[in-house]
């Protein structure tokens, strides 16, 4: 709570109360938003539906795009909050900025989303990291272990991911700069590491895929999650981010109760009922967590 407490204020007192995002400009209604990819449409729907709880007008525009379409959303009021990712947002935000540690990102995060006209709440325990998958037999043929054995075999190697995996920091020019990993290919697929990115991975289109670590898909499909030793994929926490003066404290208070009881582990069994056997709708996982979470009555 001492994180969300900087992040919010964006000051150096840890023990300062927190400015509230709200005041005499904060609306009763919001819009809520998510990027292109599941999780982030199911923690939205989290947001969206205890919010409608409190009693918040709540308009959702979900799978928005990347921060390269939902940051201007965010500055130019558009939309009003997002889940996000705080290494990842971070280096969106400041590509020098040091993500070596999870301490030193929301120490960095504050000024760098108020120069957007942006603030943050509080951090959830729930971590959802990048990382680059292999399938269990292409671990085996080549005896991979950490993302630097890959270089190896680089003339070989095609790896997928979303589109701005080329250009970004952690992506393409990580992997190169970290560990010498220069792939023979880079094939875009635009769904997050998604569907369409583990059907690549498993029908041999590519030979590695940028997929999140809380995606059901590794553990269903006995897939390889490589070990970044050198730390290419900063920490990456589940943040909401909101338009400055946005939020009134009773947005802010509803938010930050979510954000305190969603661990990964809470995060991977709202995954695996939305894109698991059962394939439940995103709002109606949400509204079933928040319920089982004492968070909202039905």
């Known amino acids: 709570m001492v994180a969300g ?6 000051c150096s007192d840890p023990t300062a109360a927190p400015e509230t995002s709200g005041g005499s400009a904060a609306a009763s209604k919001l819009t809520v938003s998510s990027a292109n990819f599941t999780e982030s449409e199911i923690i939205g729907n989290l947001y969206a539906e205890a919010l409608k709880a409190k009693g918040y007008d ?8 990347s921060r390269e379409a939902y940051i201007p959303a965010l500055a130019d009021g558009s939309i009003d909050l997002i889940p996000d990712y705080t290494g990842n947002l971070l280096l969106f935000l400041d590509k020098n900025a040091d993500v070596s540690t999870p301490a030193s990102i929301l120490n960095e995060l504050p000024a760098a989303l108020l120069a957007k006209n942006l603030v943050a709440l509080t951090p959830a325990a729930a ?21 630097g054995d890959l270089a190896a075999h680089n003339a070989e190697v ?7 995996f080329k250009e970004r920091p952690v992506g393409l020019p990580g992997l190169e700069k970290n560990y010498g990993l220069v792939p023979a290919k880079f094939v875009p697929i635009a769904d997050g590491g998604g569907p369409a990115t583990v059907k690549a991975l498993l029908d041999g289109s590519v030979t590695a895929a940028n997929i999140f670590t809380t995606s ?8 390889v999650v490589l070990e ?3 730390n290419n994929f900063p920490a990456q926490q589940v943040i909401p981010v909101a338009g400055k003066d946005k939020l ?3 947005a802010i208070e509803t938010i930050d109760a979510i954000s305190a009881k969603l661990s990964t582990e809470e ?18 996982a949400a509204t079933a967590w928040l319920t089982e979470q004492g968070l909202i009555t039905k």
């Open 228 to 230: 970044d030793p050198k």
């Open 267 to 284: 995060l991977i069994k709202l995954n695996e009922q939305v894109s698991g056997e059962s394939k439940t709708e995103p709002k109606a």
């Open 127 to 147: 971590q959802d990291k990048d990382s680059v998958v292999v399938t269990r037999a292409t671990a085996d043929k080549w005896n991979l272990k950490s993302i």
């Open 158 to 164: 095609t790896i997928a991911g979303p589109p701005e």
């Open 5 to 10: 407490s900087l992040i919010l204020s964006g």
């Open 216 to 223: 059901t898909a590794i553990p269903a499909n006995d897939l």
């Open 248 to 250: 009134d404290m009773k």
């Open 58 to 65: 709540v308009a959702t525009k979900f799978n928005i795009g």
